[in-house]
């Protein structure tokens, strides 16, 4: 049963080379705008949103929209949300071939309160559930970058309980998602060791790297400086490179392509490859409004305003025009794992 959704997720997504898709395959959630750190490269901490979609929208959302093979529930802090198991419940039972679901957390949240709800989401049987735990540094670092004094201890207290989660539940795995920008220039691989020292059987490819950018409608940032110097990010990537090893399981395969894509964009600040925005994912921010992508501020619709059915929308005249804008070479510069995924799987040759 597993592996028939897994196939289904690799056959979507090989399809998508081809065709344009009846609706998306993979929805990138924020269910939460919330936010308890103090991160320097990131704004979101700093909305006081209210008015966000409530548990019946998004069960009805879920329900008319019953296509996802893989769901992001992002934030804000999505553990701030006390019916995350609720939401995830929504996608796992209406999307009947769902295979994967993907969460990161900054470990703000008690321990306890983080283990309990993932241990319920783990009990709903979506066959893969991966946690990315946010660290963007070593302990000194971390906390400095994040503006909270002992998050680089909690995260560890953290993955030490996820460890003992994954002997538990075969389909959980997690990993640190480390966002390289002006505020932790050169520290990716001492903290890469350090995390070896306190968690022994860590390895390089247990880190999922990012590159801070700009966003007006997610990071909320678009007036701060917030991008490493770009020869930094190139030195501290190809010595990361260095250290992972080659693994032939797929999400590392795509993980592989993805760093490899993601040196292109640190050299050249070009796009590495047109993205599948619109045609193989979309953007949901937690009041309903759509977007292409998390990066790219042109709002398509508000899931509100049609009935919560993204089909219209999806063929809508909006939609059409940004996927002629992607043909045209004019969306926004984008490389983040929110996208890049769908893109590189979208183009298969980027894999070879
Ligand atoms: S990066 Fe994550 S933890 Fe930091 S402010 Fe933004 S949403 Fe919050």
Redesign the pocket.
């Known amino acids: 049963m597993h592996t028939n959704k897994f196939i289904g997720l690799g056959a979507t997504a090989l399809r998508s080379n081809f065709t344009r898709l009846q609706l998306p395959y993979k929805l990138n959630f924020a269910i939460t705008?919330r936010?308890?750190?103090?991160?320097l490269?990131?704004?979101?901490?700093q909305l006081k949103p209210t008015g966000e979609l409530t548990i019946e929208e998004i069960r009805e959302f879920a329900k008319k929209n019953n296509s996802f093979k893989w769901v992001e529930l992002t934030?804000?802090?999505p553990f701030l949300r006390s019916d995350i198991v609720e939401i995830a419940r929504a996608f796992k039972e209406e999307s009947r071939k769902l295979y994967v679901l993907t969460m990161?957390t900054?470990s703000?949240c008690s321990n306890e309160l983080v283990v309990s709800r993932l241990t319920e989401i783990l009990k709903l049987g979506i066959p893969r559930v991966v946690m990315t735990l946010?660290l963007d540094g070593h302990r000194e670092v971390h906390d400095r970058v994040?503006g909270v004094p002992g998050n680089f201890d909690r995260v560890m207290a953290l993955a030490r309980k996820f460890t003992e989660m994954k002997k538990e539940y075969p389909g959980f795995s997690f990993l640190f998602g480390y966002?390289i920008n002006k505020f932790n220039e050169g520290q990716l691989i001492r903290t890469v060791n350090e995390v070896m020292k306190e968690l022994p059987g860590t390895t390089a490819n247990d880190f999922h790297i990012n590159l801070a950018q700009n966003s007006s409608n997610y990071?909320h940032n678009e007036n701060s400086q917030v991008k490493a110097a770009s020869d930094d990010m190139v030195a501290e990537l190809e010595q990361f490179l260095k250290m992972r090893r080659m693994q032939m399981e797929p999400m590392q395969l795509v993980e592989g392509a993805f760093l490899k894509n993601l040196l292109v964009f640190a050299k050249t600040g070009k796009q590495p490859m047109k993205s599948r925005s619109l045609e193989a994912s979309l953007f949901l921010d937690s009041w309903g409004n759509i977007y292409p992508s998390i990066m790219w501020d042109k709002k398509i619709a508000n899931v509100r305003e049609v009935g919560f059915a993204l089909g219209k929308v999806w063929s809508g005249r909006e939609a059409e025009e940004v996927r002629s804008a992607i043909k045209r070479g004019e969306e926004p510069v984008q490389w983040t794992s929110c996208e890049a995924y769908q893109s590189i799987v979208g183009n298969v040759g980027s894999l070879l």
């Open positions: 705008m936010c308890q750190s103090r991160c490269h990131c704004s979101i901490w934030g804000g802090e990161p900054n703000l946010s994040r966002t990071y």
